[in-house]
C-alpha cells in the first residue's frame, strides 16, 4: 500500500499543481494498483475483467458538467470549445423581421437627446466561442473540488436604418470583444452512491461560486442612424462576465447498468449581489436536463439529451449602455429554452491515447420563448478533452 504514501502527501499539499506533480509520479510508480482506479473505470476492475480499461460512458456528455466525481486524490485535467450560433430574431415564440422591430418596437431611451421613439438597430446574427479550461481534483472520494475559466469570444452583425423612421437601410456593422470569463469553483459531494457487479448509481450535490473576474465594461464602434460611428460601451449580450459574484447549486444523479447509462441534473445560477458595479445583475438562471447513452464498445458511446432552461431578465441598468437597439434594454433578455443534444464519447484504452477522453456534443433548439425581440440560438457544439492524471 505504499501508494499511500504520496497520497498523504497530496491531501498535506494544497496546492493543485504540487499535487498533479506528486499523482503523475506516484502513478507511474503503482501502475498496476487497482486501488488508482478512476472514476469512469473504478466500477470495472471488481470483476477483474477491464483493470485498467476506462469506460467511454464513465462520463456523461461533455455539455454536462459535474456529472462525476474522482477518487482521493485523482486530478482531471480538462478543455472544452463550445461554439453557439445565433441567427435571426424573435418576440416570444414568433420570428421577426429586423424591418418589423425598427417600425414597432418602442426605445426605451426615447426622450434622451438623439433617441428616436423606435429601435433602429438590430442585431442579425453572433457567434460565441468559449475555451473552457477545467481542473477537477478528488479531496476525498465523497468530495471533487473543481474549478472551471473560460475564455470568451463574441461577434455580433447588426443593420443600421436611416434615421428616426423608415425601413431604409443606412449600413451594417459588426462588434466583438474577447477575454477572460467567469472564473468559478467548488464542489462535487458525494451523497449517494451504489453498485453492483454489473450496474452502479450514483446521487451528488454541486455547489460552486463563480467570481466576476469577466469584464463588464468592453467597448466598440457602432453606426447610429444618423451616419456617425461613435465608440461607445457595448451591450449586457457583448460582456464577458456577469459583474457579480454567483452561486451554482445543483444536483445530478446518474446510473448504469451493463452498457446503458441514464442521467438527469438541475443546475441553477442565482446571483449573491443586488447589482454590479455598473448597476445591474443578470437574470437568474435554472437548468435541468436529462441524458440516455449506450456504450458499443468500452472505447466509444453515443448519447441523447434533453436540456431545458429558463434564464430571468436583467434587474437594473447600465447608464452607460444606451441605443436604439434590442440589446440594451434590460428587459428584452431571458426566456425559456428547450435544446435536443447528440453526443458522443470516445476514450483510448491503451498505450499513449490510455485514458485520454474526446467528447463531442451538438444542440439544436426545439423550443424558444424569448423575452424580445432578442435574437434566437440555432445550434450549439461543445467539443472537449479530458485526461485524469496517471490513470493507465
Ligand atoms: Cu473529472
Redesign the pocket.
Known amino acids: 500500500m505504499f501508494h499511500c504514501i504520496p497520497a498523504r502527501m497530496c491531501r498535506t499539499g494544497a496546492a493543485l499543481a504540487a499535487a498533479a506533480a506528486i499523482q503523475t509520479i506516484s502513478f507511474s510508480a503503482v501502475a498496476d494498483s487497482p486501488m488508482l482506479a478512476g ?2 473505470h473504478h466500477m470495472v476492475y471488481e470483476d477483474g475483467a477491464f483493470k485498467h480499461a476506462p469506460r467511454a460512458d464513465g ?1 456523461g456528455p461533455i455539455g454536462v458538467m459535474g456529472d ?3 477518487h482521493r486524490d ?1 486530478l ?1 485535467l ?1 478543455y472544452r470549445y463550445m461554439n453557439m450560433w445565433m441567427d435571426g430574431n424573435q418576440i416570444g415564440t414568433d420570428d421577426v423581421s429586423p424591418q418589423e422591430i425598427v417600425t414597432t418596437v418602442p426605445n426605451r431611451f426615447f426622450g434622451q437627446p438623439m433617441q428616436p421613439p423606435t429601435l433602429r438597430v438590430v442585431p442579425t446574427d453572433m457567434n460565441m466561442n468559449m475555451h473552457m479550461f ?1 481542473a ?1 481534483y478528488g479531496l476525498t472520494d465523497q468530495v ?1 473540488l ?1 474549478a472551471m475559466l473560460p475564455y470568451i469570444e463574441k461577434d455580433m452583425n447588426h443593420i443600421t436604418f436611416k434615421g428616426p423612421m423608415g425601413t431604409t437601410e443606412l449600413g451594417r456593422f459588426n462588434t466583438n470583444s474577447d477575454g477572460v470569463g467567469d472564473l468559478s469553483f467548488g464542489g462535487i459531494i458525494g451523497l449517494y452512491d451504489s453498485k453492483t457487479e454489473n450496474s452502479e448509481q450514483h446521487l451528488n450535490l454541486l455547489v460552486s461560486l463563480s467570481a466576476p473576474t469577466g469584464s463588464i465594461t468592453q467597448e466598440g464602434r457602432i453606426l447610429t442612424p444618423m451616419g456617425t460611428t461613435p465608440v461607445v460601451r457595448l451591450p449586457y449580450a457583448m460582456q464577458l462576465g456577469s459583474g457579480t459574484w454567483d452561486i451554482l447549486p445543483g444536483i445530478v444523479y446518474t446510473a448504469r447498468t451493463g452498457n446503458v447509462s441514464f442521467g438527469a441534473q438541475y443546475r441553477g445560477n442565482f446571483r449573491l449581489e443586488d447589482e454590479n458595479d455598473e448597476g445591474y445583475r443578470l437574470g437568474n438562471l435554472n437548468q435541468v436536463t436529462g441524458w440516455a447513452a449506450y456504450q458499443w464498445a468500452p472505447w466509444v458511446s453515443s448519447s441523447f439529451r434533453v436540456a431545458y432552461q429558463n434564464l430571468g431578465e436583467i434587474e437594473g441598468i447600465d447608464p452607460n449602455i444606451v441605443g436604439p437597439v434590442q440589446t440594451a434594454n434590460p428587459d428584452y433578455y431571458g426566456g425559456d429554452r428547450v435544446d435536443l443534444l447528440l453526443g458522443v464519447n470516445l476514450i483510448g484504452q491503451r498505450g499513449v491515447t490510455c485514458g485520454h477522453r474526446l467528447a463531442a456534443e451538438v444542440g439544436v433548439p426545439v423550443y424558444q420563448d424569448l423575452n424580445g425581440p432578442q435574437m434566437e440560438t440555432d445550434y450549439t457544439v461543445t467539443v472537449g478533452w ?1 485526461k ?1 492524471l496517471g490513470d493507465c
Do not use: D
Open positions: 472514476p469512469s462520463h462525476h466525481r474522482h485523482e482531471m480538462s477545467g477537477m471533487t473543481s479530458q485524469t
